[in-house]
């Protein structure tokens, strides 16, 4: 394969001749490419995983506030399947709730790749930790941002910042990958929406004090009927049903929302009536990185573990870490990880450049649902007998990365959406 020069420029990397491996000769000496890479190009085209100073403070933070303040909470709460309350609150005091809000609304100011960094660095020890922030970030602050009204932001953000958890209400029972095909319907009565139906398997509802719920105003107009409503949990006419005993993210609260006559005042659409539609799957697009992460974390946080146990379990008189094929096992299952963190990092860093992203947003949903129950499953065989028990994290990690397939769009919905993007 030809090597251009724009392949060089990347860190390190960039100082290596590119047939450095033994391939066809350059035509550039070393010396001579080195003279013609300004120091511009070096700093304008980094790394993927370079961090600015501010991410890496940020994401050291956020691994740090995970490790003091997540890791005693994780067992309990998997036994428990509930959410300690008081955690959610530090997730608030520690600024992890509004990363992307703007200052002026009392958020972090920071950016989206920020709010991914977080995602991982908290799945890393726990995934139900992980989609509680991200699905407050990347969907519920997000839409807020991009659809909400500036008196709509006044209202929430803070609110949302300071102690106010969010869901993202789209799937029902019989509307999950066709989510346009929803039934809960939207009447119009003077200045105010009057809702009725029901949303299932709504992540935070347990906890939230705030809804984005997606209902038709008119079923005969299909998706164009679509309207996103912020309902507050004190609504009238509205509640929060049965909560889901899950196989995984068991702490993390997935319940259904029952709509009896809810009252909710026009002010409160999100974007415009009939325009829900593009609410939905532009916020959608953008959380599906948030799933990257969580998975991504997932899969460093079991290889992390499975990698220590190899080194201290020893059989046939030496650690299995010094066995071949375990360390090829390991090795493989690191290439992986280091495959998912690429594509997501990739996919977060073209969103904030305002760059096309939805592409690359569902690949590396799908790659890096695949990577975490890989390596999840992978993990636990290495530790043999004990990861088939409660007594080691391994099989928690299998559990919680089941999900990652399934939820903002199964594995078949984003090969749909990367299929529809390639073949045009
Ligand atoms: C723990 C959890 C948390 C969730 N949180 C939320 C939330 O916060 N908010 C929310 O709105 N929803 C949430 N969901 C719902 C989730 O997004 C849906 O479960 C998901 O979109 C799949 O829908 P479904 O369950 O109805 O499966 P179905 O759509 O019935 O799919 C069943 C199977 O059919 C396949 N399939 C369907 N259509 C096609 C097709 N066209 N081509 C090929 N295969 C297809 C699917 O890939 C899947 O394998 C959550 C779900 C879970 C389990």
Redesign the pocket.
Known sequence: MACSKRFLIRGPVAARPCNAGGGAAHDLTPGAWMAETTAAHLTSVAPLTALSEEERMFQAAAREFAEKEIRPHVEPMDREGVFHRELIDRFFEQGFMGVEVPEAYGGSGGTFFMAILAIEEFSRLDASAGVVID?HNTLVTNALQRWGSEAQKQKFLPRLVRDTLG?????EASA????FSLAARACQDGDDFILNGRKL???NAKEAGLFIVFATVNPGLGYKGITAFLIERDAPGFSVGKKED?LG?RASS?CELILEDCRVPRANVLGEVGKGYKVAIETLNEGRIGIGAQMLGLARGALEHATSYAKERKQFGKPIAQFQAVQFQLARLATDVEAARLMTYNAARLKDARLPFQKEAAMAKYFCSQVAERVASECLEVYGGYGFTKDYPAEKYLRDSK?GK????????QL?TVAKLILG
């Open positions: 699905v869901a993202y209400a789209l799937s999950g990958s066709d989510a398997w709504i992540t899950k993210i997935t999900i399934i939820y903002e769009g199964t594995s078949f919905i749909q």
